[in-house]
């Protein structure tokens, strides 16, 4: 799948409302330290980041969460497609295995089920799940030699 085809079905997501929003940003703190549990406690959290990598990790799951809050604010497709792709390419140079990325989005969608109303649930589970499916396309993608024609940064 291509940058432009991952795009378009990216365009079909709804922005979440100011209630889930509100709810998502408010209880980030608390996903964040449940999501960090549950990987620190991984026996294969080696084979997925890579040797001496957890602070790295942190710092993405952190990122993660800053990042859906500012996507949420204002819904960009191209945006949220370029940023996956970036941090793809980024984490995977650091050493962090392309399975990490279905661990962590199954594992994030369990806490959001299990720490979000169902409103807000459903409002912002269509992004993880848009995610993990296209999981294999970003991939592809990143694997690639030449991502944007330069340095594979989203800014270019």
């Known amino acids: 799948m291509k940058k432009e085809e991952l795009i378009s079905s990216a365009s079909v997501l709804m922005q979440p409302g100011s209630k889930s929003l509100e709810e998502f940003t408010r209880k980030a703190d608390i996903l964040i330290a449940e999501l960090n549990k549950r990987f620190e406690n991984r026996e294969d959290i080696q084979q997925l980041i890579g040797s001496g990598n957890i602070n ?22 191209e945006v949220f497609v370029e940023t996956i792709a970036w941090v793809f390419r980024s984490y995977r140079s650091h050493g962090f295995s392309f399975t990490y990325w279905p661990a962590l989005f199954n594992t994030l969608a369990d806490i959001l089920k299990n720490n979000l109303s169902a409103d807000c ?6 992004f993880y799940n848009w995610m993990i499916v296209n999981i294999p396309a970003f991939v592809s993608l990143t694997s690639q030699a030449d991502f944007d024609g330069t340095t594979g940064n989203p800014a270019g």
């Open 121 to 126: 649930f459903n409002e912002v589970y269509p």
């Open 56 to 77: 790295m990790m942190f710092d993405n799951h952190r990122n993660h969460f800053r990042f859906m809050i500012s996507l949420f604010h204002r819904y960009e497709p």
